[in-house]
């Protein structure tokens, strides 16, 4: 006869929250390095309501994500996770530093509330950022 644990075994749970933790903070580190690299002021303009901010900063963020869920989904341990979540990280503020390049004044054009410009940025921060995760499943 075996002995029932009350709580079963709780370290997937201490794993989830590890995972789950560092994540967070690496979401909060690239939203603030983002937010630095980016000329216009992404926070003050959504709460004006200004549109375009929030599509690009939100595409951002999601390009970002989705590489990370990879990373997360598919690294050995913790430093694993956190060396490939730096890299995208860096892909991440590497294409807007392209996008920038390539329309110039982008950073302008969202601060004037223009969805196409926000769009474009957000599409290419989304698409990047799945080629990124499906290139992280090694």
Sequence with gaps: MTSLQPLG????VGSFLLYFGVALVFEAVFIALYMAVTPHREVSLIKQGNGAAAISLGGAVLGFTLPLGSVIA???D???MAEW???ALVVQLGIFLLVNFLLRNISRRIEDGNIAAAT???VASF???MINAASMTY
């Design 78 to 80: 913790l430093i694993h």
């Design 120 to 122: 474009i940025l957000a």
């Design 85 to 87: 979540s730096v890299v």
């Design 74 to 76: 598919h690294s050995v």
């Design 127 to 129: 698409a990047v950022g």
């Design 9 to 12: 075994n709780l370290q997937p």
